[in-house]
């Protein structure tokens, strides 16, 4: 059966990755030192990347850290009717971003670990490239995408995935309906977990800066969905409600974020449409403005940056300081800030 989703028909993206050319194609992308179609690039301390600096015929040759594989990128479904979702706790960075009617999807990192299966997998938007950029060569596995879309998929600098490229990475689940029961099975794309390296998002993690205010919980709303994080002092974590209930994986574990940050950015219109004719948002991650960071029972004010889609974003306290993350899972919820403000 071919992949359909609903949410832009039963357009995908061009087959131009079998299983053995994919292999091939990490390895390739890999042996390269993770280069892209951007020109020779590294990474820098932050996320940012720059033209790797040629070495001399008179300099003595210094040993290099072989660079870390690529990331690992899900989009995950998270209609009610996807609901439960599968490997989300496993992740190492949750992104959630609005869709078309209001609703909300999610984008998962995977570098530290892989779980068996991730899912239901759905399809792309454009602000996933705009949000990809500050990683290397990520693999993105996903369902499909609008078609005037492709094009700008396939010149992305990044490995992208679906079922067509690769069926043996992904399967359908019995429990539910299509097109919510689309599953990945990450090990097949990526074999080994790239590590914490692979991250290059920007973030920095260590104890909690001073200031803060004490905080329960914090609900975060879409037109159409609603994220709520509970602190549990027990768990040290946030917990995750959606729409007013308990976010539980398939295997019945809670899922629970170490660090949550409320990103205000610009939401507006995007130049896609839905097949029912409905505008797709564009959500804008490079620019700047306001956040609100939840760690440790506290909320944080906070300044976010990212001046360029391949820098990762900078979080700064009111006084210029790194902002600082808990270490374990993050989520990102990408709000739009009020007034259609909040990057520029």
């Known amino acids: 059966m071919t992949p359909v989703d609903k949410a832009h028909g039963p357009r995908t993206r061009r087959s131009t990755f079998g299983p053995a050319l994919l292999a091939a194609a990490l390895a390739l992308g890999l042996a390269a030192g993770c280069t892209s179609s951007r020109g020779a690039l590294q990474d820098k301390p932050g996320g940012s990347r720059s033209p790797t600096a040629s070495t001399s015929a008179s300099a003595s040759p210094s040993p290099r850290t072989p660079p870390p594989g690529p990331v690992l990128a899900v989009k995950i479904d998270n209609a009610p009717a996807a609901r439960p979702p599968t490997g ?8 959630a971003e609005q869709v078309e ?4 999807r999610l984008m998962a990192l995977y570098a530290t670990k892989l779980p068996t299966a991730v899912g239901p997998v759905r399809s792309a938007r454009e602000s996933d490239l705009e949000l990809l950029g500050q990683f290397t060569r990520p693999v993105l ?18 490995t992208a995935v679906t079922p067509e490229e690769s069926s043996g990475a992904f399967y359908r689940g019995a429990d539910r309906a299509a ?3 689309l599953f990945l099975r990450p090990k097949t794309l990526v074999p080994s977990p790239p590590g914490a390296a692979a991250l290059t998002t920007g973030f920095r993690y260590g104890a909690a ?3 803060g205010t004490p905080e329960k919980t914090r609900s975060v709303r879409f037109p159409a969905a609603r994220f709520t994080f509970t602190w549990s002092p027990d768990r040290a974590r946030w917990l995750v409600a959606m729409d007013g209930r308990a976010s539980v994986t398939s295997g019945g ?6 660090t949550v940050v409320v990103q205000y950015v610009t939401v507006r219109g995007s130049r896609f449409h839905d097949f029912l004719g409905n505008t797709t948002p564009y959500t804008r991650t490079v620019g700047s403005g306001r956040a609100t960071v939840l760690r440790d029972g506290r909320a944080f ?10 820098d990762g974003t900078r979080f700064t306290t009111p006084d210029g300081a790194a902002m600082t993350f808990a270490p374990g899972q993050v989520w990102v919820v990408l709000a739009a800030a009020p007034g259609g403000g909040g990057s520029r």
């Open 101 to 104: 009617g209001g609703l909300s």
């Open 253 to 258: 574990r809670r899922v629970a974020a170490a």
């Open 301 to 310: 004010d906070a300044h976010w940056e990212r001046p360029t889609a391949t």
């Open 141 to 158: 596995a996903f369902s499909g995408a609008q078609g005037k879309l492709l094009p700008l998929i396939d010149r992305a600098p990044l």
């Open 88 to 95: 989300l706790d496993a992740a190492d960075v949750v992104y």
């Open 209 to 211: 800066p001073p200031g």
């Open 179 to 181: 097109p919510h029961n």
